[in-house]
C-alpha cells in the first residue's frame, strides 16, 4: 500500500509513512518466524512467553489509543521497556527491540507537528539508482539484456520471415530463456523431449479425429490437461505441443505443421545457446560471488542512509525497501549454500550469520537515530564512522580492521558499533573462503 501511494514529485504524505513503518514491523515478525533456526532458536528462550505477551500487549494497545495523551503514555512505556532490556544477545533481543523501536516511531508520528518533509532527488541519488539498476553485477540487469537480445533477434526473424507460424520462433525462446544458466539448460533438454512426444502423439491420433468438432475436443483435452502439468518439466510441453498442432492443422497439413514446429524450437534452442554462453552468462556459482558482493554493497548503502539520517529526515521507504532487497539477496545466498557439501559450506554459513548480523546491528543503531535516542556527543562521531564504513564496506578492504568505535561516549550506541566492528573482522578472516 506504500509503494502503491508513490506519487512522482514525493509530495508530503504522511499515509505513506504510517504504511512503511508498519510494513517494517511485519517484515522484522516475517524473517524471525520464517527461518526455522531462528524462531527455534527464540522459542528455546526462557524470556520468549513473557517477550511475545509483552510485544502483542503493546501493539493492541496502540490499535485502542485515540488521543495524543494516550499515544504519549505509551512512548515513554515503550522507552522505558528499550531502556531496561536485560534479554541476552540473539535473535530474540534483536526482534523485541526491533519491534520496540518501530513501535516508539508510530506512537510518536501522530504527536509530530511537522509534516513529512518534501524534496527533489538529488542528482547524485539519481545516478547512484540508475548506475546500480544498470550494473552488470545486478542479476536483474544480466537477465534483462539477455531477454531483451533473445525476444529482438527472434521476433525480427519472425516479422521478416514470410513464412507458416513463424511467431513459434520467438515463443520458444522465450519459454527456454530462464534467470539463471542451469534452469535454461534444463528446459532445453525437457523441452524438445516434450515436444517430441507430442509431434508422435498428434501424429499417431489425428487420423482419428471424427472432424472438426473431434480436431476442437482434443485441442480442448490437451490444453486442459497442460494446465494441469508443472511447467518446465518434460510432460508439460507434450500437452501444448499437441493443442499447437492439432490448432495448426486447420490452416496446413499435419506433416508441415509438425515439422516447422521442430524447426522453430531448433533455431531457439541453438539462440539460447549462443546468447546465454556469451551475453552476461549466470550460473549459480557466478551469481552466489555476485550475491556475496551484493550484501556487501547493501551495508555500503545503508550506512550512507544513516549519515544522510543524521542530517535530514528519511523516508522510512527506503529502510523498507533495503531490507527487502537485503533479505532476497541473503536468502538466495543460503539457498546456493544449503546445497553445497558440508565441508564446503560451513565457512560461507558463517559468513552469511555475520552479515546477518551486522545488517541487524545496523538497524538498530538506525532506530537510535530515528527515535531521537541519541546525544549531542553521539552524532559526529557516528557520521564519521558511517562515512569510513560506507566507503571501506564496497568491496571489503583491509583497513575495516582498523576501524573502533572509541570516539563514541559509552552507552548504547558505542555498544551496538563495537559488536558491529568485530563482526567486520570476522567477515575479513572469511574472506579467503570466497
Known amino acids: 500500500m506504500g509503494h502503491n501511494r508513490r506519487r512522482m514529485f514525493r509530495l508530503p504524505d504522511r ?88 513501535l516508539l516511531l508510530l506512537c510518536r508520528e501522530p504527536l509530530s507537528a511537522t509534516r513529512p518533509p518534501y524534496r527533489l532527488p538529488s542528482r547524485r541519488e539519481l545516478w547512484m539508482g540508475l548506475r546500480q539498476r544498470l550494473s552488470p553485477e545486478s542479476f536483474e540487469f544480466r537477465f534483462a539484456l539477455r531477454l531483451a537480445v533473445v525476444l529482438s533477434v527472434s521476433c525480427t526473424v519472425s516479422f521478416l520471415w514470410d513464412f507458416e ?37 498428434v501424429h499417431l491420433v489425428y487420423h482419428y479425429l471424427p472432424g472438426l468438432p ?26 501444448s505441443t499437441s493443442f499447437a498442432l492439432t490448432m495448426a492443422t486447420l490452416t496446413v497439413e499435419k506433416t508441415e505443421a509438425i515439422q516447422l514446429r521442430l524447426l522453430y524450437l531448433a533455431m531457439a534452442v541453438a539462440l539460447v545457446l549462443v546468447v546465454n554462453r556469451f551475453l552476461l552468462p549466470s550460473r549459480r556459482d557466478q551469481q552466489f560471488t555476485r550475491n556475496l558482493r551484493s550484501l556487501f554493497y547493501l551495508q555500503s548503502v545503508y550506512w550512507g542512509v544513516v549519515g544522510r539520517s543524521l542530517r535530514e529526515p528519511v523516508d522510512p521507504a527506503l529502510f523498507s525497501e533495503l531490507l527487502s532487497q537485503f533479505h532476497m539477496v541473503h536468502h538466495e545466498a543460503s539457498a546456493y549454500i544449503a546445497q553445497l557439501p558440508p565441508e564446503e559450506g560451513a565457512g560461507y554459513h558463517t559468513l552469511q550469520l555475520t552479515m546477518w548480523n551486522m545488517f541487524s546491528k545496523l538497524e538498530q543503531m538506525e532506530c537510535l537515530v530515528q527515535t531521537g535516542a541519541l546525544t549531542e556527543a553521539e552524532y559526529r562521531p557516528l557520521g564519521e564512522l558511517a562515512a569510513a564504513l560506507r566507503l571501506r564496506l564496497s568491496p571489503p578492504q583491509e583497513s575495516l580492521a582498523a576501524l573502533t568505535a572509541d570516539g563514541l561516549p559509552a552507552g548504547e550506541l558505542r555498544g551496538m558499533a563495537q559488536r558491529y566492528l568485530e563482526n567486520t573482522r570476522l567477515l575479513l578472516t572469511a574472506l579467503p573462503h570466497m
Open 165 to 201: 507460424h513463424t511467431y513459434w520462433f520467438p515463443l520458444h525462446a522465450f519459454l527456454l530463456l530462464q534467470p539463471s544458466y542451469e534452469e535454461s539448460a534444463h528446459r532445453m533438454v525437457t523441452r524438445p523431449v516434450g515436444t517430441a512426444i507430442g509431434c508422435l502423439l
Open 15 to 102: 499515509e505513506r509513512r504510517y504504511y512503511h513503518l508498519f510494513a517494517l514491523l511485519f517484515q522484522r515478525a516475517s524473517y524471525l518466524v520464517t527461518d526455522e533456526a531462528a524462531w527455534l532458536e527464540a522459542r528455546q528462550n526462557p524470556a520468549f512467553p513473557q517477550v511475545m505477551d509483552t510485544l502483542s500487549r503493546l501493539i493492541r494497545r496502540l490499535q485502542e489509543t485515540r488521543d495524543p495523551a494516550g499515544l504519549e503514555e505509551l512512548a515513554r512505556e515503550v522507552q522505558e521497556l528499550l531502556d531496561r532490556s536485560e534479554l541476552p544477545q540473539g535473535r530474540l533481543r534483536i526482534f523485541y527491540r526491533s519491534v520496540l523501536h518501530m
Open 214 to 239: 473431434g480436431v476442437f475436443v482434443f485441442s480442448l483435452a490437451m490444453i486442459a490437461l497442460m494446465y494441469c502439468c508443472t511447467p518446465g518439466t518434460w510432460v508439460h510441453p507434450i500437452f
